[in-house]
């Protein structure tokens, strides 16, 4: 919980700033914040909404925005929270404020910052319930997703302490008395703009780096879930990291165009949409900026019919609706070759029993994230089934009781599907899951490899030769085998490839060094003295 701070705590905090910082907060009408208790249960109508707080310089400040966006509990639709569009002067004063900081920061000694992100790491886990809560009451996670969602951004703040191997040099006498010798060097202010789906998890993707290679950051939380955005700048702080290292800003268009055309910003993160994303990486590039942008998918999995029935099963539900199938890696089209159709039968039945609730009673998933998605999906099912596909297991308006007004979608199973229906054109993004009956392994094969996106792809299957061709064979970047969701561990990083990514080196795992860092080479001569 953040202390309330008094007019003397924060004119220290003032007096701590540059001039200009101090001029800018003087004039504005900022006033210190509290973050709000941590939820343990839905809104209800008496539900007053909090303030999302803008984090510049180790402060929590109400922003002095003209314009805020209501951020709503997904179980309740009751507004929750609301969040700014940061102001010009509040995004410049983000960028001012890491930039100077920068300046100190990188000649922290990569000891001192090795010991901040093991310090980091240590308080995201004590810190695990409060960030999960904060998931589950403006993202809509069940409990249990939301906590995986934090383990899985700690794993990676784990790899980051690996920073002293993954940045080590190369040393070489060139020539008597000649050597050269290659540093890795931190690059300057980091701007990442964040999605919804997993509001923990991805900002662990970059801000345990950027602490240990001596980086600093203003980093853009997404609007529909901002509340977890403010608490892991409130750990860094915890942890001991410098004021100003990391920085929080809010907003929509205005941010991101900030972020991607300011020259103080040196590269750029990004994971969300095609549209979005595309726009980010064109304009930040374009501006000299390193950019890695992670985009969109279409991920199938292929059934063979020697499959082991209850990994299979298994893996259904993990692969289409964990996090409400709102997960980049989530398995959209299911093709069962020859007669692996004989599973149908037992997929219908364990996706009907799967159950959708609200995120504190914690069921197999929760609802989506806003009414807007909700709307979509029932459109894309009514299209499936306008063009002849069957409805296996039908989700829509399936609503737990007493949340009625939540954005829930049940369990959905199309079978029947093909191009030209939505779900089979679209990333859904959703509880939906299509059938496809194939003749024969190489027409999967054929069928992803010319599929545009390269997030993931999975073979179920117990033959060791046929998985082994098909992990050969296909193109995807990611491969599963007997794995619905194969997202690589922290120490071998993201690997997504085609339409899905753009970039040279992909997050977290060892690229993220590489991308934090650039290499400086030193040639050296000390002429040999005669001391006789």
């Not at 200009?20 to 006033?31: D, E, F, I, W």
């Not at 403010?230 to 205005?254: F, M, R, T």
């Not at 061709?469 to 619905?484: C, D, L, S, T, W």
């Given at each position: ?351 009907k029993a799967l159950e959708t609730k609200p995120g504190f009673q914690d069921g197999d998933f929760g609802p989506l994230v806003t009414k807007q998605s909700l709307e979509r999906l029932e459109a894309v099912i009514q299209d499936a089934v306008d063009q002849g596909a069957e409805v296996l297991v039908d989700g829509r308006g399936k609503k737990p009781a007493g949340f009625e007004d939540g954005y829930f979608i049940g369990p959905t199973l199309l079978r ?117």
């Amino acid at each position: 919980m953040l202390s309330v701070f008094t007019k003397t705590a924060r004119s220290k905090a003032l007096q701590a700033n540059s001039r200009v910082a101090l001029r800018y907060l003087q004039a504005s009408k900022l006033s210190t914040l509290q973050l709000p208790p941590v939820p343990t249960a839905h809104a209800t109508k008496e539900t007053e909404p909090y303030f999302t707080s803008t984090y510049i310089n180790g402060q929590h400040y109400k922003s002095d925005a003209t314009e805020w966006f209501d951020v709503y509990d997904p179980a309740t639709d009751i507004v929750v929270a609301k969040v700014p569009q940061s102001t010009d002067a509040e995004l410049n004063q983000a960028i001012e404020t890491a930039e100077k900081a920068f300046q100190s920061y990188k000649n922290l000694s990569i000891m001192k910052r090795l010991t901040l992100t093991f310090n980091y790491v240590e308080l995201l886990k004590k810190n695990t319930d409060r960030l999960a809560a904060t998931i589950v009451y403006e993202q809509g996670k069940s409990w249990s997703a939301a906590i995986a969602d934090v383990q899985r951004g700690i794993q990676c703040a784990e790899h980051a302490t690996t920073v002293t191997k993954e940045t080590e040099g190369f040393s070489l006498e060139v020539s008597n008395d000649m050597t050269s010798h290659t540093i890795r060097e931190p690059i300057g202010v980091i701007g990442s703009i964040m999605p919804f789906n997993f509001p923990v998890m991805i900002p662990l993707w970059t801000i345990p780096y950027i602490i240990a290679t001596g980086n600093t950051t203003v980093i853009k939380p997404s609007e529909m879930c901002p509340g977890t955005g403010a608490i892991l700048a409130e750990i860094a702080k915890e942890a001991g990291v410098p004021d100003g290292v990391i920085n929080i800003v809010h907003g929509k268009a205005p941010t991101v165009n900030k972020i991607v055309s300011d020259p103080r910003i040196k590269a750029v993160t990004f994971v969300g949409g095609n549209n979005a994303g595309k726009y980010v990486y064109t304009e930040a590039t374009k501006n000299g900026k390193r950019a890695q942008v992670n985009l969109g998918a279409k991920n199938h999995v292929v059934v063979l019919p020697d499959a082991d029935k209850q990994t299979l099963l298994k893996g259904v539900v993990a692969g289409a609706f964990s996090s409400t199938g709102q997960v980049c890696l989530s398995t959209d089209i299911l093709f069962l070759v020859g007669e692996a159709r004989k599973f149908i039968p037992d997929i219908v039945e364990t996706v009907k029993a799967l159950e959708t609730k609200p995120g504190f009673q914690d069921g197999d998933f929760g609802p989506l994230v806003t009414k807007q998605s909700l709307e979509r999906l029932e459109a894309v099912i009514q299209d499936a089934v306008d063009q002849g596909a069957e409805v296996l297991v039908d989700g829509r308006g399936k609503k737990p009781a007493g949340f009625e007004d939540g954005y829930f979608i049940g369990p959905t199973l199309l079978r029947n599907v093909k191009k030209g229906m939505r779900c089979v054109d679209e990333e859904l993004f959703g509880p939906i899951f299509t059938i496809v009956e194939a003749d024969s392994l190489d027409e999967t094969i054929d069928y992803c490899n010319n599929n545009e996106f390269g997030n993931s792809v999975a073979v179920f299957t117990n033959s060791g030769p046929a998985a082994n061709r098909f992990a050969k064979a296909i193109n995807i970047g990611q491969v599963g085998i007997n794995v619905p969701i194969p997202i690589p561990l922290a120490q071998f990083g993201f690997t997504s490839n085609k339409a899905s990514f753009l970039g040279d080196l992909h997050f977290y795992g060892p690229s993220a060094f590489k991308f934090l860092t650039q290499a400086k080479t030193i040639t050296t001569s000390w002429k040999g003295i005669d001391y006789k």
